[in-house]
């Protein structure tokens, strides 16, 4: 059953984004894919679909026939008792045609709702692994804002098309269907002259879509100018309250949040227009009908029921006109959005030089052998990068701000490949093994460790799930964790907010750090895991590693050069090369780019204190 008046469906038309898929039956057979496992559920809706429309269809008829037969009739009291019984019988009918009407068209939304979301999750599911899998070179050229948006956006205008439009589509078009046959079986001239007003319902809605397209296209940037100052005024509270730019930043809010009444309300001024319009012409119609449908009646040529039963049918008959306008647009939009979505879940994965081969459990020596990278190919980071870790070294990466440090890390991980150059671990190629294979060998604290959402134990799991409680919480009392973690009210059972909300940067760094022991890795990363922390939790900290450090090989990016000391090895890069190597004090003796990072660093503390 078709629902909605003529100004929600031209608004509807409007709000959807014009735009149009590059290949649309590309589009259309690949989300096919993903709908045909629940091809008898599709049945069961065209079934359904068929049913309502038939019942659509047939009461009218109905109507007017019972008019003709059991109120037209002049009576007397022999035959008022008959009539008055054919008359219940009729409306009786009628009452199951309704209820029959009411539970297929309710059915029909629920059968198509359940494919509808099957199909989305099968379909979001493979979003998911897509993204998962995804190389981090990805993320370079791509918006993280744009993935979640093909996720979360394009997905729901596709849930729209299956959920809303597509049943749309398909009760507009078996009902208009049945609708017109159902005039046309019971006089074909009225049927005629009541579609001559079709033509001008399908004109007129396709020239108020446009105009109104137009004008939500403005209500739609409006609104993301509203929804991105809002985002960003929520991120940035405490820097505008610190610098007293609140009432600034309302006057800003104001404008944007004016500008998008003054859209919304130019897009209802040309929406409500159109309503009045297609009143208009369904008047027209029914004036038709009244005009000529009694002319015929006059003639002996069409009964009065026949008169009762094309005024109902002309009610009904332009609700799927505008909706089947309406459709059109929202297939174009659902179909650019599957469009996008099937570029990301069929684009090119990493790739394996071979599939099944499984790096085997390492000693951790690695090497660099003329290692070159350059994420654009006009502005190289590494040039010809040559270097040895033993195993159970610590390697300190130390340099001026785009040396290439991270790079180093990054390479080492696999989340880029060399241009030119080798690196080895323990002798063999790191190419020739999966990523995953790889990583479970390593683990890495960054700068700033990232927490989920969820308790203290999950976090500290998450490089080993299957880890006891037990281990959980020796793994925690190894990077001097436990303590505060047991101050808490839940423990390790207190649930943290996004990115570890809640817990101060130390704490979420002995966190990491712990997260860290319990995957226990060959092979260690460090990024300057002590910066930004206060001394007391910098001394837990520089504990905890000690601990974690016994025994692997480690890579340690440092800012702070205090913290390099006892370093097996230290690289000093510039400019993507390797300028000195070797150890702190042999370093500091060269007096070279090392020692001058390190006075100065040395001059700032000394400074400040």
């Known amino acids: 059953m078709m629902r909605g008046g003529p100004h929600g469906s031209i608004q509807a038309m409007a709000q959807i984004e014009a735009e149009k898929p590059k290949n649309q039956s590309f589009a259309a057979s690949r989300l096919w894919q993903y709908v045909r496992p629940f091809k008898r559920e599709i049945i069961g809706v065209f079934t359904l679909t068929t049913i309502n429309a038939i019942c659509q269809a047939a009461w009218p008829f109905f109507l007017g026939l019972s008019i003709d037969r059991f109120v037209m009739p002049a009576t007397d009291d ?115 002259a009541s579609f001559s007003v079709i033509p001008v319902m399908l004109l007129s809605t396709d020239f108020f879509s446009k105009l109104a397209r137009n004008a939500y296209r403005r209500t739609r940037r409006t609104i993301g100018d509203v929804s991105s100052d809002l985002q960003e005024e929520i991120a940035g509270v405490k820097v505008a309250q610190a610098f007293n730019r609140t009432e600034a930043n309302q006057r800003r809010f104001s404008e944007r949040n004016a500008a998008n009444r003054s859209a919304n309300m130019s897009a209802t001024t040309i929406t409500s227009a159109f309503n009045p319009l297609v009143e208009f012409l369904s008047t027209v119609s029914t004036a038709i009908v009244a005009g000529f449908g009694g002319w015929l009646a006059i003639n002996d040529q069409l009964t009065i029921g026949a008169v009762v039963a094309f005024l109902a049918y002309v009610q009904t008959m332009f609700r799927p006109l505008q909706q089947l306008g309406a459709f059109y647009t929202q297939a174009q939009s659902s179909f650019a959005g599957a469009e996008r979505i099937f570029e990301l879940v069929d684009g090119p994965n990493e790739n394996e030089a071979c599939a099944e081969c499984t790096m085997p459990p390492v000693q951790g020596n690695v090497a660099f052998d003329g290692v070159s990278f350059a994420y654009d190919p006009a502005k190289p980071v590494l040039n010809a990068v040559s270097f040895e870790a033993k195993a159970g070294q610590i390697v300190a990466i130390v340099g001026p701000t785009g040396a290439g440090k991270t790079t180093i890390i990054n390479l080492l ?24 294979s790889l990583r479970q060998q390593m683990g890495a604290v960054p700068q700033d460790s990232f927490l989920f959402a969820g308790s203290i134990a999950d976090n500290i799991r998450y490089g080993r799930l299957n880890a006891s409680d037990a281990e959980v919480e020796a793994a925690a009392k190894a990077a001097n964790a436990h303590e505060f973690i047991a101050r808490l009210k839940d423990g390790y059972q207190t649930v943290l907010g996004e990115r570890g909300g809640g817990l101060s940067q130390g704490q979420r760094q002995l966190i990491g750090i712990a997260r860290a022991v319990l995957a226990n890795p060959r092979i260690l990363i460090l990024d300057e895991a002590t910066s930004s922390v206060d001394t007391y939790t910098e001394s837990l900290i520089q504990k905890a590693l000690g601990k974690l450090l016994r025994g692997r090989t480690s890579f340690v990016i440092a800012h702070r050069l205090s913290t390099i000391r006892d370093a097996d090895l230290v690289l000093v890069m510039k400019d993507g090369q390797i300028v000195e190597r070797g150890q702190h004090d042999g370093l500091l003796s060269l007096n070279g780019l090392y020692a001058d990072l390190y006075r100065r660093q040395f001059r700032q503390v000394v400074e400040a204190t």
């Open 78 to 192: 022999a035959t008022r008792a008959a009539l008055t019984s054919g008359l219940w019988q009729s409306l009786a009918l009628m009452f199951i045609l309704f209820a029959v009407m009411f539970i297929s068209g309710r059915s029909q939304i629920v059968a198509m709702a359940v494919v509808t979301q099957k199909t989305l999750m099968a379909l979001r599911a493979d979003i998911f692994k897509k993204v998962q899998a995804l190389p981090i070179s990805y993320f370079d050229k791509n918006p993280v804002g744009d993935v979640m948006s093909r996720l979360v956006n394009d997905t729901d205008t596709i849930n729209n098309f299956l959920g809303q439009g597509l049943i749309q589509m398909l009760g507009g078009i078996f009902a208009l269907i049945a609708t017109m046959i159902a005039m046309l079986f019971q006089n074909w001239m009225l049927a005629l």
């Open 413 to 436: 991980s696999r989340f880029y490949q060399p241009s030119a150059g080798e690196i080895r671990i323990d002798g063999a190629d790191i190419s020739q093994f999966t990523r995953a």
